[in-house]
């Protein structure tokens, strides 16, 4: 798997975007950036996932830079709900997802 | 019921004790996943069954049994453990298998066991 590195911790203010960024620098053609968070002590969850297109859902937004070697996933209007750890991973075809240490944010009252 | 249900959600046994816990998913995929997390450490994946057979076992000792009697439903036999295995112990599931990158996975609550 091509290796993401994340910011340990970032803290947001509850009702803005949260901008959480990953670094993949070693990413290639045929892998796929995915996000997973995980609340304290429940299972990761599914967020979003894309290739090379920004993509959208109900959750969140990602956006890929044009040279797909760094990501950033949006939480347009943050809420105390949202705090968790979020996980960046890239994974192609034949790979297992692994996950790192991921980011966790702390969203601000 | 929906989605991938977890039981027990806490279990404290001893170390000479036996214990399993039990799986289910209720989304019609087809594989299967056994992880454990630590405190402050990555979710490390422990085994993997696709359509009902193994395909991962990721060095995980044989105090550590699993089960996959039917796509719907994985085991995870406990014996022999260690106060280093507590742990929070999740379940996953996913549509297509572990090689599919378009493959996301659907997580369980997790089972928190601690070994006394």
């Known amino acids: 798997d091509a290796k993401t590195t994340q910011p340990t911790s970032m803290d947001c203010a509850e009702g803005r975007a949260a901008n959480l960024p990953c670094n993949h620098s070693t990413i290639s053609g045929n892998e796929y950036v995915y996000w997973y968070r995980q609340i304290h002590s429940q299972g990761p969850q599914y967020i979003i996932h894309g290739l090379k297109n920004n993509e959208t859902n109900e959750m969140a937004s990602l956006i890929i830079t044009e040279d797909r070697k760094s990501s950033t996933l949006i939480l347009p209007h943050a809420t105390l709900r949202d705090t968790a750890v979020y996980y960046c991973i890239v994974r192609g075809g034949y790979q297992k997802v692994t996950f790192g240490t991921g980011t966790k944010l702390q969203v601000i009252p | 019921e929906t989605g991938v249900t977890q039981t027990p959600r806490h279990l404290v046994m001893g170390m000479t004790n036996k214990k399993s816990l039990k799986c289910e998913q209720h989304l019609g995929h087809n594989a299967m996943y056994w992880y454990k997390q630590s405190a402050k450490k990555p979710l490390e994946l422990m085994f993997v069954?696709?359509?009902?057979?193994?395909?991962e076992n990721n060095s995980v000792p044989s105090r550590f049994s699993p089960e996959c009697p039917n796509s719907s439903h994985l085991f995870l036999h406990l014996h022999t453990l260690q106060p280093e295995d507590s742990a929070l112990y999740l379940c996953?599931?996913?549509?297509?298998?572990?090689?599919?990158?378009?493959?996301?996975?659907?997580f369980g609550p997790g089972t928190r066991l601690t070994v006394t």
């Open positions: 996953a599931s996913s549509q297509g298998t572990l090689y599919d990158p378009l493959d996301e996975q659907y």
């Open positions: 069954y696709s359509l009902e057979e193994r395909v």
